[in-house]
């Protein structure tokens, strides 16, 4: 396999798609090499964009040689090419016949979580954290569901999962949850951190913004949140930004 793969990502690269499926054609004749082939022409055609074809290799790949990698490349082209709840019942379909999968698993979590299919997310999460209960990502993930309909257990969860990973991401659940629960003092290291090492993401931003106006720093929330309303980005706390930003400025 390692060999086919190399031929093919070196065509690839020297003579572009086509000629890497015409090698990947030619060496397909020879039976010997059509198990060390599979999910090539799938990942061939995604290098080029063309997410329907790739989704359909895949799928032609994965009915001749069930295999968990080809399953998630196979979900993730249905994904690319728009087609979200394709990708979530074959990962479902997977996960009947291979339920320990968690890899599977947490790719029809991020599905349902995209999805805001956030019942069917929290079951899921809840059946990872059971097989892997230090899984740092099904930990945060299920302190924010928790958090939305205000179960106490999300900040049990939160600072677990920020103690096996402190990341920025989950430094911002943590951070959030502190905030809303009166605590903006002890959120804002860890708001300051997910925020300088995520500057691009408007919902951090404005976490920060608002653990600083409630810790006192309104002058530092208001230049935060001025470029934040008046941009483009788009985020589900765009309007709490705004009347945030109403608010401190009429101080």
Same mark, same amino acid.
């Given at each position: 396999?390692?060999?086919?793969?190399?031929?093919?990502? /070196?065509?690839?690269?020297?003579?572009? #798609?086509?000629? !890497?499926?015409?090698?990947?054609?030619?060496?397909?004749?020879?039976?010997?090499?059509?198990?060390?082939?599979?999910? *090539?022409?799938?990942?061939?055609?995604?290098?080029?964009? =063309?997410?329907?074809?790739?989704?359909? !290799?895949?799928?032609?790949?994965?009915?001749? %040689? #069930?295999?968990?990698?080809? /399953?998630?490349?196979?979900? +993730?082209?249905?994904?690319?090419?728009?087609?979200?709840?394709?990708?979530?019942?074959?990962?479902?379909? $997977?996960?009947? @016949?291979?339920?320990?999968?968690? +890899?599977?698993?947490?790719?029809?979590?991020?599905?349902?979580?995209?999805?805001?299919?956030? #019942?069917?997310?929290?079951?899921?999460?809840?059946?990872?954290?059971?097989?892997?209960?230090?899984?740092?990502?099904?930990?945060?993930?299920?302190?924010?569901?928790?958090?939305?309909?205000?179960?106490?257990?999300?900040?049990?969860?939160? %600072?677990? !999962?920020?103690?096996?990973?402190?990341?920025?991401?989950?430094?911002?659940?943590?951070? $959030?949850?502190?905030?809303? %629960?009166?605590? !903006? /003092?002890?959120?804002? #290291?860890?708001?300051?951190?997910?925020? =300088?090492?995520?500057?691009?993401?408007?919902?951090?931003?404005?976490?920060?913004?608002?653990?600083?106006?409630?810790?006192?720093?309104?002058?530092?929330?208001?230049?935060?949140? =001025?470029? *934040? /309303?008046?941009?483009?980005? @788009?985020?589900?706390? =765009?309007?709490?930004?705004?009347?945030?930003?109403?608010?401190?400025?009429?101080?």
């Amino acid at each position: 396999p390692a060999l086919v793969q190399t031929l093919i990502g /070196v065509d690839l690269h020297d003579g572009g #798609p086509e000629r !890497a499926l015409a090698t990947l054609a030619e060496l397909q004749r020879d039976s010997r090499n059509i198990a060390a082939s599979r999910g *090539l022409k799938g990942d061939i055609l995604m290098t080029t964009n =063309r997410f329907a074809e790739a989704a359909e !290799a895949y799928m032609e790949d994965l009915r001749a %040689q #069930p295999r968990p990698d080809i /399953v998630l490349r196979a979900a +993730n082209a249905l994904n690319a090419a728009g087609r979200g709840a394709d990708a979530s019942r074959l990962l479902n379909e $997977w996960l009947t @016949t291979s339920p320990d999968d968690m +890899n599977a698993r947490m790719a029809l979590i991020s599905n349902d979580l995209a999805g805001r299919r956030y #019942p069917e997310a929290e079951k899921q999460l809840e059946t990872v954290l059971e097989k892997q209960p230090n899984n740092a990502i099904a930990l945060n993930n299920l302190a924010w569901l928790y958090h939305q309909r205000n179960d106490p257990r999300a900040r049990t969860l939160a %600072q677990k !999962a920020w103690l096996l990973a402190p990341t920025a991401h989950i430094s911002d659940t943590l951070g $959030w949850i502190l905030t809303t %629960q009166g605590e !903006a /003092v002890l959120a804002l #290291p860890l708001l300051r951190q997910a925020a =300088r090492e995520l500057p691009g993401e408007a919902a951090i931003q404005y976490h920060l913004a608002m653990a600083l106006s409630e810790a006192g720093s309104r002058d530092e929330a208001v230049g935060i949140l =001025r470029p *934040l /309303v008046a941009g483009s980005a @788009t985020f589900d706390e =765009r309007e709490e930004a705004g009347r945030l930003l109403e608010r401190l400025s009429r101080r």
